[in-house]
T-cell receptor, first 115, second 114 residues
Framework: DGGITQSPKYLFRKEGQNVTLSCEQN?????MYWYRQDPGQGLRLIYY???????QKGDIAEGYSVSREKKESFPLTVTSAQKNPTAFYLC??????????????FGSGTRLTVV | AQSVSQHNHHVILSEAASLELGCNYS??????LFWYVQYPGQHLQLLLK??????LVKGIKGFEAEFIKSKFSFNLRKPSVQWSDTAEYFC????????????FGGGTRVLVKP
Protein backbone atom coordinates (compact mmCIF):
# COMPACT_ATOMS: atom_id res chain seq x y z
CA ASP A 1 0.00 0.00 0.00
CA GLY A 2 1.24 3.48 -0.82
CA GLY A 3 1.58 5.96 1.95
CA ILE A 4 3.75 8.06 4.19
CA THR A 5 5.76 6.60 7.05
CA GLN A 6 6.90 8.75 9.91
CA SER A 7 9.22 7.43 12.56
CA PRO A 8 9.46 7.22 15.42
CA LYS A 9 5.92 7.69 16.72
CA TYR A 10 7.17 9.04 20.05
CA LEU A 11 10.48 10.72 20.70
CA PHE A 12 12.00 12.06 23.88
CA ARG A 13 15.07 14.27 23.92
CA LYS A 14 16.97 16.35 26.38
CA GLU A 15 17.01 20.10 25.99
CA GLY A 16 19.91 21.27 23.85
CA GLN A 17 20.08 18.16 21.69
CA ASN A 18 19.35 18.07 18.00
CA VAL A 19 16.92 15.41 16.85
CA THR A 20 15.94 14.19 13.37
CA LEU A 21 12.44 13.04 12.45
CA SER A 22 12.07 10.67 9.54
CA CYS A 23 9.51 10.93 6.74
CA GLU A 24 9.38 8.46 3.84
CA GLN A 25 6.77 8.21 1.07
CA ASN A 26 6.21 5.65 -1.66
CA UNK A 27 3.51 7.57 -3.51
CA UNK A 28 5.89 8.98 -6.13
CA UNK A 29 4.85 12.46 -5.02
CA UNK A 30 7.07 15.37 -5.95
CA UNK A 31 6.13 17.67 -3.08
CA MET A 32 6.63 17.07 0.62
CA TYR A 33 5.80 19.20 3.63
CA TRP A 34 6.47 19.40 7.35
CA TYR A 35 3.87 20.85 9.68
CA ARG A 36 3.77 21.32 13.39
CA GLN A 37 0.48 20.80 15.22
CA ASP A 38 -0.17 22.52 18.54
CA PRO A 39 -3.52 22.56 20.38
CA GLY A 40 -5.74 25.40 19.21
CA GLN A 41 -3.28 26.54 16.55
CA GLY A 42 -4.00 24.06 13.82
CA LEU A 43 -1.10 23.07 11.60
CA ARG A 44 1.70 25.47 10.86
CA LEU A 45 4.09 24.99 7.95
CA ILE A 46 7.74 24.52 8.85
CA TYR A 47 9.41 23.61 5.54
CA TYR A 48 8.34 22.30 2.17
CA UNK A 49 9.96 20.85 -0.90
CA UNK A 50 8.49 20.85 -4.39
CA UNK A 51 11.27 18.81 -5.96
CA UNK A 52 14.39 16.87 -5.07
CA UNK A 53 17.35 18.98 -3.91
CA UNK A 54 15.16 22.02 -3.35
CA UNK A 55 13.25 23.20 -0.29
CA GLN A 56 11.74 26.40 1.03
CA LYS A 57 11.06 27.84 4.46
CA GLY A 58 7.51 27.87 5.68
CA ASP A 59 5.95 30.14 8.27
CA ILE A 60 7.87 28.87 11.30
CA ALA A 61 11.22 27.60 9.97
CA GLU A 62 13.44 29.06 12.71
CA GLY A 63 15.21 26.33 14.66
CA TYR A 64 14.52 23.65 12.06
CA SER A 65 16.41 22.26 9.08
CA VAL A 66 15.57 19.81 6.29
CA SER A 67 17.12 18.01 3.35
CA ARG A 68 15.67 16.48 0.20
CA GLU A 69 18.32 14.28 -1.32
CA LYS A 70 15.85 11.65 -2.51
CA LYS A 71 12.32 11.96 -3.81
CA GLU A 72 11.05 9.53 -1.20
CA SER A 73 12.61 11.11 1.87
CA PHE A 74 12.27 14.47 3.63
CA PRO A 75 13.84 14.34 7.11
CA LEU A 76 13.33 17.19 9.57
CA THR A 77 15.96 18.15 12.15
CA VAL A 78 14.80 19.99 15.23
CA THR A 79 17.82 21.89 16.43
CA SER A 80 18.68 23.23 19.86
CA ALA A 81 17.83 26.70 18.51
CA GLN A 82 14.13 25.84 18.42
CA LYS A 83 12.76 27.52 21.53
CA ASN A 84 9.65 25.40 22.00
CA PRO A 85 10.23 22.07 20.26
CA THR A 86 7.73 19.92 22.14
CA ALA A 87 4.93 19.34 19.65
CA PHE A 88 3.27 16.92 17.26
CA TYR A 89 5.02 16.90 13.88
CA LEU A 90 3.23 15.92 10.70
CA CYS A 91 4.72 15.12 7.32
CA UNK A 92 2.64 15.32 4.15
CA UNK A 93 3.05 14.90 0.43
CA UNK A 94 1.20 15.66 -2.77
CA UNK A 95 1.73 15.61 -6.50
CA UNK A 96 3.11 19.12 -6.52
CA UNK A 97 2.34 22.32 -8.36
CA UNK A 98 3.30 21.05 -11.79
CA UNK A 99 0.76 18.24 -11.80
CA UNK A 100 -1.72 20.01 -9.60
CA UNK A 101 -2.62 19.11 -6.08
CA UNK A 102 -5.41 16.74 -5.17
CA UNK A 103 -4.86 17.35 -1.51
CA UNK A 104 -2.22 16.16 0.85
CA UNK A 105 -1.59 12.67 2.13
CA PHE A 106 -0.47 12.80 5.74
CA GLY A 107 1.73 10.56 7.81
CA SER A 108 0.69 9.42 11.28
CA GLY A 109 2.94 11.96 12.97
CA THR A 110 5.77 12.05 15.51
CA ARG A 111 5.18 13.36 18.99
CA LEU A 112 8.37 15.00 20.21
CA THR A 113 8.85 15.77 23.89
CA VAL A 114 11.87 17.72 25.01
CA VAL A 115 12.68 17.48 28.71
CA ALA B 1 -1.65 38.59 7.33
CA GLN B 2 -3.34 35.94 5.29
CA SER B 3 -5.16 33.49 7.45
CA VAL B 4 -7.77 30.81 7.80
CA SER B 5 -10.27 31.13 10.65
CA GLN B 6 -12.45 28.47 12.17
CA HIS B 7 -15.02 30.06 14.39
CA ASN B 8 -15.63 27.34 16.92
CA HIS B 9 -12.88 25.63 18.85
CA HIS B 10 -15.18 23.07 20.45
CA VAL B 11 -18.60 21.79 19.48
CA ILE B 12 -20.67 19.34 21.51
CA LEU B 13 -23.85 17.86 20.10
CA SER B 14 -26.03 14.79 20.29
CA GLU B 15 -26.38 12.05 17.73
CA ALA B 16 -28.75 12.89 14.86
CA ALA B 17 -28.19 16.62 15.34
CA SER B 18 -27.06 18.71 12.40
CA LEU B 19 -23.51 20.00 12.26
CA GLU B 20 -22.15 23.12 10.65
CA LEU B 21 -18.54 24.24 11.06
CA GLY B 22 -17.51 27.65 9.84
CA CYS B 23 -14.36 28.46 7.90
CA ASN B 24 -13.32 31.84 6.55
CA TYR B 25 -10.14 32.83 4.78
CA SER B 26 -8.54 36.14 3.91
CA UNK B 27 -6.86 35.38 0.59
CA UNK B 28 -7.79 37.14 -2.60
CA UNK B 29 -7.74 35.48 -5.95
CA UNK B 30 -8.16 31.82 -6.83
CA UNK B 31 -8.01 29.37 -3.98
CA UNK B 32 -8.33 25.63 -3.46
CA LEU B 33 -10.27 24.65 -0.36
CA PHE B 34 -10.12 21.54 1.78
CA TRP B 35 -11.60 20.01 4.89
CA TYR B 36 -9.56 17.41 6.75
CA VAL B 37 -10.61 15.26 9.67
CA GLN B 38 -8.50 13.73 12.42
CA TYR B 39 -10.24 10.92 14.31
CA PRO B 40 -8.85 10.07 17.76
CA GLY B 41 -5.54 8.29 17.36
CA GLN B 42 -5.59 8.45 13.59
CA HIS B 43 -3.83 10.52 10.98
CA LEU B 44 -5.38 13.41 9.10
CA GLN B 45 -7.69 12.37 6.27
CA LEU B 46 -9.17 14.38 3.44
CA LEU B 47 -12.95 14.84 3.81
CA LEU B 48 -13.59 16.92 0.73
CA LYS B 49 -12.08 19.52 -1.53
CA UNK B 50 -13.11 22.34 -3.83
CA UNK B 51 -11.08 23.48 -6.82
CA UNK B 52 -13.67 24.88 -9.21
CA UNK B 53 -17.17 24.31 -10.55
CA UNK B 54 -20.22 23.59 -8.41
CA UNK B 55 -19.69 25.44 -5.12
CA LEU B 56 -21.54 22.72 -3.20
CA VAL B 57 -19.09 19.88 -2.70
CA LYS B 58 -19.93 16.45 -1.37
CA GLY B 59 -17.34 14.44 0.47
CA ILE B 60 -17.03 11.17 2.31
CA LYS B 61 -19.20 10.01 5.21
CA GLY B 62 -22.11 12.27 4.32
CA PHE B 63 -20.26 15.56 4.68
CA GLU B 64 -20.68 18.49 2.33
CA ALA B 65 -19.29 21.99 2.12
CA GLU B 66 -20.37 25.15 0.35
CA PHE B 67 -17.98 27.68 -1.13
CA ILE B 68 -19.36 31.21 -0.99
CA LYS B 69 -16.85 33.37 -2.80
CA SER B 70 -18.40 36.68 -1.75
CA LYS B 71 -18.10 35.71 1.89
CA PHE B 72 -14.67 34.05 1.61
CA SER B 73 -16.23 31.07 3.34
CA PHE B 74 -16.18 27.29 3.01
CA ASN B 75 -18.46 25.91 5.71
CA LEU B 76 -18.72 22.20 6.42
CA ARG B 77 -22.09 20.55 7.07
CA LYS B 78 -23.57 17.21 7.95
CA PRO B 79 -27.36 16.85 8.34
CA SER B 80 -27.26 14.12 10.98
CA VAL B 81 -24.13 13.27 12.93
CA GLN B 82 -23.15 9.97 14.47
CA TRP B 83 -21.02 9.18 17.49
CA SER B 84 -18.28 8.12 15.07
CA ASP B 85 -18.04 11.70 13.80
CA THR B 86 -16.27 12.66 17.01
CA ALA B 87 -13.02 14.11 15.73
CA GLU B 88 -11.08 17.30 15.09
CA TYR B 89 -11.85 19.05 11.83
CA PHE B 90 -9.49 21.34 9.96
CA CYS B 91 -10.19 23.73 7.15
CA UNK B 92 -7.29 24.44 4.76
CA UNK B 93 -6.73 26.86 1.93
CA UNK B 94 -4.20 26.56 -0.86
CA UNK B 95 -3.21 28.74 -3.74
CA UNK B 96 -1.61 27.36 -6.86
CA UNK B 97 0.41 30.56 -7.08
CA UNK B 98 1.93 29.68 -3.72
CA UNK B 99 3.05 26.24 -4.80
CA UNK B 100 0.08 24.39 -3.32
CA UNK B 101 1.15 25.13 0.21
CA UNK B 102 -1.84 24.76 2.49
CA UNK B 103 -2.66 27.13 5.32
CA PHE B 104 -4.75 25.49 8.01
CA GLY B 105 -7.30 26.86 10.40
CA GLY B 106 -6.96 26.26 14.12
CA GLY B 107 -9.26 23.24 14.07
CA THR B 108 -12.61 22.47 15.67
CA ARG B 109 -13.00 19.62 18.12
CA VAL B 110 -16.38 17.96 17.70
CA LEU B 111 -17.77 15.69 20.37
CA VAL B 112 -20.90 13.74 19.49
CA LYS B 113 -22.70 12.36 22.51
CA PRO B 114 -24.39 8.98 22.02
Amino acid sequence: DGGITQSPKYLFRKEGQNVTLSCEQNLNHDAMYWYRQDPGQGLRLIYYSQIVNDFQKGDIAEGYSVSREKKESFPLTVTSAQKNPTAFYLCASDRGWLEGSHGYTFGSGTRLTVV
Amino acid sequence: AQSVSQHNHHVILSEAASLELGCNYSYGGTVNLFWYVQYPGQHLQLLLKYFSGDPLVKGIKGFEAEFIKSKFSFNLRKPSVQWSDTAEYFCAVGRAAAGNKLTFGGGTRVLVKP
